[in-house]
C-alpha cells in the first residue's frame, strides 16, 4: 500500500535534508513538488521513488513517532512499488529513471541497516539499468538531447525515452554518478564484493555532476565534460577496496 500524501509531505521534507548523502540525483525541487499530485496525474513520479524517499524519512523521524513506527510497513510498500512499476505502464515517461533512483535508495538502506545481501542485489540492479541503457555514454557537451535507450530488466524491454530539457538531462548524468558512487560504497563496506559489477568495463564518456539547481541555468556547452580531464583516469584507476 503506497504511503497516503498526508504522509508523504512531512516523510519527503525529512528525506530532503540528506537526500545528497543517500545518493539522490533527481531534480529535488520539482520531485517534491510532483510526489504531493493525485496519483493520476502524469507528472507524478513513479510509486516506488515516492515511497522510497518516504521509507527514508520514517528511519529518521524521532524514535516514538507515528512514522517511525510504521518504517516496516513503509518498506514492504517501497518493495512491492518496485517490482510492480517495473511490469507497470507508467503515464510519466521518466519511469525508468525513477526506478532506478528507488534501487539506489534502496542499496543506501539495506546498507544502513547492515543487510548487505539485499544492498547488493538492489545496487546489481542499478547497475544493470545504467549498463543495459548505455547512460555511461549520455549528456556530453555538444548534446542537446538523448536518444531513447532499449533494454530489458527483470526480463521485461524497456527504455528511457529522450530527456526534454537540461534537467533531465542532468538527472541522467547524476543517475550514473549515483551509481558509481555506489558502488564504490558497497565495495569498501561489504568485503565479499570482489567485482564491480562490471563497471570497469565501461568506456565512460558522461560529464561530471552538478547539482539540480545548477542544471536549470547552464547552457548545454558549460556542462563540465570528462574530456582531456586527467582527474578522470584517476579517478576510475582507483581501487575499489579503497586501496586497503
Not at 533512483?101 to 546498507?111: D, H
Not at 535507450?149 to 528511457?160: A, K, P
Amino acid at each position: 500500500m503506497m504511503p497516503s500524501l498526508n504522509m508523504t509531505f512531512p516523510s519527503v521534507h525529512i528525506f530532503r535534508q540528506r537526500a545528497i548523502q543517500l545518493g539522490f540525483f533527481l531534480d529535488e525541487d520539482y520531485f517534491s513538488r510532483t510526489a504531493l499530485l493525485k496519483p493520476e496525474d502524469s507528472a507524478r513520479p513513479c510509486g516506488a521513488v515516492i515511497a522510497a524517499a518516504c521509507l527514508w524519512g520514517c528511519h529518521f523521524s524521532p524514535d516514538g513517532s507515528p512514522f517511525r513506527s510504521i518504517e516496516p510497513l513503509v518498506l514492504a510498500a517501497t518493495l512491492h512499488e518496485r517490482a510492480s512499476n517495473i511490469f507497470k505502464e507508467e503515464t510519466n515517461t521518466r519511469r525508468i529513471l525513477h526506478i532506478l533512483q528507488a534501487e539506489v535508495l534502496l542499496a543506501y538502506y539495506f546498507l544502513r541497516r547492515g543487510v548487505l545481501i539485499e544492498a547488493r542485489i538492489h545496487a546489481g540492479n542499478a547497475v544493470s539499468i545504467v549498463r543495459g541503457s548505455g547512460m555511461e555514454t549520455i549528456g556530453t557537451a555538444d548534446q542537446k538531447s538523448l536518444p531513447p535507450l532499449t533494454f530489458s530488466i527483470d526480463g521485461l524491454t524497456s527504455y528511457l525515452p529522450s530527456a526534454r530539457n537540461i534537467p533531465e538531462i542532468g538527472e541522467s548524468i547524476n543517475g550514473f554518478w549515483a551509481v558509481y558512487v555506489l558502488v564504490r560504497h558497497l565495495a569498501v563496506l561489504d568485503p565479499v564484493v570482489d567485482n564491480d559489477y562490471g563497471l570497469s568495463d565501461l568506456r565512460v564518456d558522461c560529464p561530471w555532476p552538478l547539482d539540480s539547481v545548477s542544471y536549470r541555468i547552464v547552457s548545454p556547452s558549460e556542462i563540465p565534460s570528462i574530456y582531456s580531464d586527467s582527474r578522470f583516469s584517476r579517478v576510475l584507476s582507483l581501487p575499489l577496496d579503497g586501496g586497503q
